[in-house]
């Protein structure tokens, strides 16, 4: 199985900041890795697919890289709404969640 | 509209069964493989079991092989999970997703582009 690692588990930032979320892949995925925003008491939204592709309806400060095993979620100038906690997907092989990483007001 | 609406969560005793359901509106079902997703309490993600359009491809998370039972009806657009032998650590919110992709293939982006608010499964006797 596909194993997916993210980081850092929690993160602190300032409304306006740019933030920066990692998601590694225990073996290479080549850009099959999507991201997820999830507040509290909702269900998942989907943030960015196939790597960098993104949603539509997904404002522009969202965005994503990477390929094989490393991959990046970006958001640049944090909203108030943006607090929440973000999870990276695999679909190479069925699917496999990261960890979550839980992003909080500082 | 798009919607998905999960229901037939409950409180359960080690050991019984369940069925999840998921009624499916505003999209084509059959166009679709499907997908349930549980979230524990205080806990992240975890993907449980999909199926293609016509049931031809079915998957599960090596947590439940064996226990549960995805099926679908493209007749009714309803998705349903069995669980059998259920065991406190099944304790879980449970989705119901749409996949992006017909049937989960490799060399296809899949992702879940619709989700249900979930239906709340406890374990517990």
């Known amino acids: 199985d596909i194993q997916m690692t993210q980081s850092p588990s929690s993160l602190s930032a300032s409304v306006g900041d740019r933030v920066t979320i990692t998601c590694r892949a225990s073996?290479?995925?080549?850009?099959?890795l999507n991201w997820y925003q999830q507040k509290s008491g909702k269900a998942p939204k989907l943030l960015i697919y196939?790597?960098?592709g993104l949603q539509s309806g997904v404002p522009s400060r969202f965005s994503g890289s990477g390929s094989g095993t490393d991959f990046t979620l970006t958001i640049r100038s944090l909203q108030p709404e943006d607090f929440a906690t973000y999870y990276c997907?695999?679909?190479?092989?069925?699917?496999?969640f990261g960890q979550g990483t839980k992003l909080e007001i500082k | 509209e798009v919607q998905l609406v999960e229901s037939g969560g409950g409180l359960v005793q080690p050991g019984r069964s369940l069925r999840l359901s998921c009624a499916a509106s505003?999209?084509?079902?059959?166009?679709?493989?499907m997908h349930w997703v549980r979230q524990g309490p205080g806990k992240g993600l975890e993907w449980v079991a999909g199926?293609?359009?016509?049931?031809?491809?079915?998957d599960y998370a090596g947590s439940v092989r064996g226990r549960f039972t995805i099926s679908r009806d493209n007749a009714n657009n309803s998705l349903h999970l069995q669980m059998n032998s259920l065991r406190a650590e099944d304790t879980a919110l449970y989705y119901c997703?749409?996949?992006?992709?017909?049937?989960?293939?490799?060399?296809?982006?899949?992702?879940?582009?619709?989700w249900g608010k979930g239906t709340t499964v406890t374990v517990s006797s």
């Open positions: 997703a749409k996949d992006s992709r017909i049937t989960m293939i490799r060399g296809v982006v899949g992702y879940m582009d619709v």
């Open positions: 505003g999209f084509t079902f059959d166009d679709y493989a």
């Open positions: 199926i293609s359009w016509n049931s031809g491809i079915i």
């Open positions: 073996q290479t995925i080549s850009t099959y």
């Open positions: 196939a790597a960098s």
């Open positions: 997907q695999q679909s190479y092989s069925t699917f496999t």
